[in-house]
């Protein structure tokens, strides 16, 4: 039986909890609404807005090009948190475990190379935190983590897709799915995020307050088609989501915005943060 795990939205505030799911046939999850833009009680601050500066850690280029597409359709809905956005290759090497243990140590080491500075990048890296960190400001180091899960492989390779790609490619995958009558696969989003405090020039974080947020898309896997990926190895080609004809592989980053398993997880994220901003502000009201 494949054990899913599938995590919970918690406030920033408060520290990363799991909801555990034991499906003994990867039912499909809770389906995932967006609530468009959150309002408050009272009126509530409806000329300004709250501002939230995001540190984006990778240095992938297409998954960071996805991201932008969401993060500016946020922004272009008038919400009241606005969202300023860039990207940080500080992508530290992942651990070994599940997908809520390897989002939650990938966002701690990514901020503490940010924070601490290392080779060429440490210089710029401190003017990126300084720069990020102005008072009254929220400034998250965000993470992300990909995950791959085969219903005929028992949920493998789950988090170790990219490895297990690297050796095979997306051909490879496709030979070894062919081979079992069952096609289902899930993909999922798993990500991280730690809000970092600023006291003059020094830099902190409770590694007790990173939030994890998740989306999942469930598909097919097939015969390899098109060829937009996110990096060197991408499993895009051979997956066709649930009601697209096209696979990702066929189906360009802003599209794949619109509905993938990483807007679904940024959207939660944006909502929850902002949620928890304007509850602070009625709190401080």
């Avoid at 960071?64 to 500016?72: L, P, R, T």
């Avoid at 990126?128 to 028992?154: I, K, W, Y």
């Avoid at 980053?253 to 959207?267: D, G, P």
Wanted: charged residues 20%.
């Amino acid at each position: 039986m494949f054990h899913l795990s599938r995590l919970s939205h918690p406030v920033h505030s408060s520290p990363h909890v799991r909801e555990v799911l034991t499906p003994s046939r990867m039912e499909s999850p809770e389906p995932y609404q967006e609530s468009g833009v959150p309002h408050a009680d009272a009126n509530v601050h409806t000329t300004s807005h709250q501002t939230l500066r995001v540190l984006y850690c990778t240095g992938n280029f297409g998954k960071f090009s996805e991201a932008s597409h969401v993060f500016d359709e946020w922004n272009a809905s008038g919400s009241f948190m606005r969202v300023e956005y860039s990207q940080v290759d500080a992508d530290p090497v992942e651990i070994q475990g599940d997908c809520e243990a390897v989002g939650v140590a990938k966002v701690s080491a990514a901020t503490r190379l940010l924070i601490q500075g290392y080779g060429t990048e440490r210089q710029a890296h401190h003017d990126v935190m300084m720069e990020c960190s102005d008072a009254g400001v929220q400034c998250d180091v965000v993470t992300e983590d990909v995950s791959l899960h085969l219903r005929s492989l028992n949920g493998f390779p789950g988090p170790y897709c990219k490895p297990m790609l690297a050796a095979i490619g997306d051909d490879g995958l496709w030979q070894l799915v062919s081979r079992y009558e069952d096609k289902f696969a899930r993909v999922q989003c798993t990500l991280a995020a730690v809000s970092v405090q600023r006291n003059a020039d020094n830099f902190s974080f409770d590694d007790n307050c990173i939030a994890i947020h998740t989306g999942v898309l469930d598909g097919t896997i097939g015969p390899p088609k098109g060829n937009v990926k996110h990096g060197a190895t991408s499993w895009n080609s051979v997956f066709t989501p649930d009601g697209h004809d096209l696979t990702f592989g066929e189906t360009p980053f802003e599209t794949q915005a619109k509905f993938s398993h990483r807007r679904l997880a940024i959207m939660r994220y944006l909502e929850s943060t902002q949620t928890h901003m304007i509850h602070e502000l009625d709190h401080a009201a």
